[in-house]
């Protein structure tokens, strides 16, 4: 019987069924509820080498993150250290009916400071982070602080070469989970999923929502490892479950000053274009002053 077991078995391992079912149990540790325990206990007893071999060369055909980034600051000028950057922009706003066009400035500091100031038709929008409080002032003046979850994604999310050093630099602790080749859009890419969770002590439910909040994924060319694509979710304020997916491309790549920068900037919200950005002058390591970064908190009467 076990000779016929382990035959059948065998002939199934090299099916690519159980080969995605080898992944699963190796990743998401499932339990086999459908057979008896005695029955189920002996089956994985026999399979689970074969299983992990699996598993272990599909795991090794994956790139390594670390090393992947590594290689794409070099490509992006990782002979500059960049400790801050003030790009110069025309840009179309559009929210919804509103389409607006006007001049935008961008500033960022590390990977917890940027501050954005979009000067349109109708008046001066404003958005500024320092570490994990952000602040956004609209035209009518009204200042809105935005609740944690929404303060967590990648602050320099407009300057490339500055997000992939700030996630290279350890003292960061961003946590690279893992670099995957896809295809998205017809091209190549590989894909680096990572998050930076807050300092503090955080119950593991909070700790989850918060994990989720901090994840970002960036999309290098396959080829060129410049980056295309950055993804993160924002949230309402009020419901940290509820996601609204945001995404940054990133084209037209030119050097300055030994970086390489795109010219033309687009964020989506839920698929639908907010901001198109082209850029018109940039500057690095210019001395950002720290107080284009300060949250000036309305007083209460």
């Not at 540790?29 to 699996?54: E, G």
């Not at 907010?274 to 002053?289: C, E, Q, R």
Request: hydrophobic residues 45%; aromatic residues 8%.
């Amino acid at each position: 019987m076990q000779k016929i077991f382990l035959r059948i078995v065998k002939t199934l391992i090299h099916s690519s069924v159980v080969k995605v079912l080898a992944n699963s149990l190796a990743d998401e540790k499932i339990t086999i509820m459908c057979l008896s325990r005695q029955f189920s206990a002996v089956l994985l007893l026999w399979i689970a080498p074969a299983f992990n071999d699996l598993h272990a060369q599909t795991q090794s055909t994956q790139p390594n993150p670390q090393q992947v980034l590594q290689a794409s600051l070099r490509v992006l000028g990782g002979a500059v250290s960049i400790t801050d950057t003030k790009l110069l922009a025309a840009v179309q706003y559009t929210a919804g009916s509103d389409a607006e066009t006007g001049t935008a400035v961008l500033e960022a500091s590390g990977i917890d400071e940027f501050s954005s100031v979009l000067t349109l038709t109708s008046g001066t929008q404003t958005q500024v982070r320092q570490g994990t409080t952000e602040a956004v002032t609209g035209v009518n003046g009204q200042q809105h602080i935005a609740a944690l979850h929404n303060s967590l994604y990648p602050a320099p999310w407009f300057m490339p070469a500055l997000l992939v050093q700030e996630w290279l630099r350890p003292t960061n602790n961003v946590t690279l989970v893992s670099a995957t080749t896809e295809v998205r859009n017809g091209q190549n890419v590989i894909h680096i999923n990572a998050y930076r969770l807050p300092s503090g002590q955080f119950d593991a439910l909070t700790g989850s929502y918060l994990l989720q909040a901090s994840t970002a994924d960036l999309y290098l060319d396959a080829s060129t490892l410049l980056p295309l694509y950055l993804d993160f979710m924002a949230h309402p304020d009020n419901d940290e479950l509820i996601n609204f997916p945001v995404t940054i491309t990133f084209q037209g790549y030119r050097s300055v000053g030994g970086v390489q920068i795109p010219f033309h900037i687009q964020r989506f919200l839920q698929r639908s274009l907010l901001l198109d950005l082209t850029l018109s002058s940039v500057a690095i390591n210019v001395g950002v002053p720290q107080s284009d970064f300060a949250i000036q908190r309305p007083t209460i009467q």
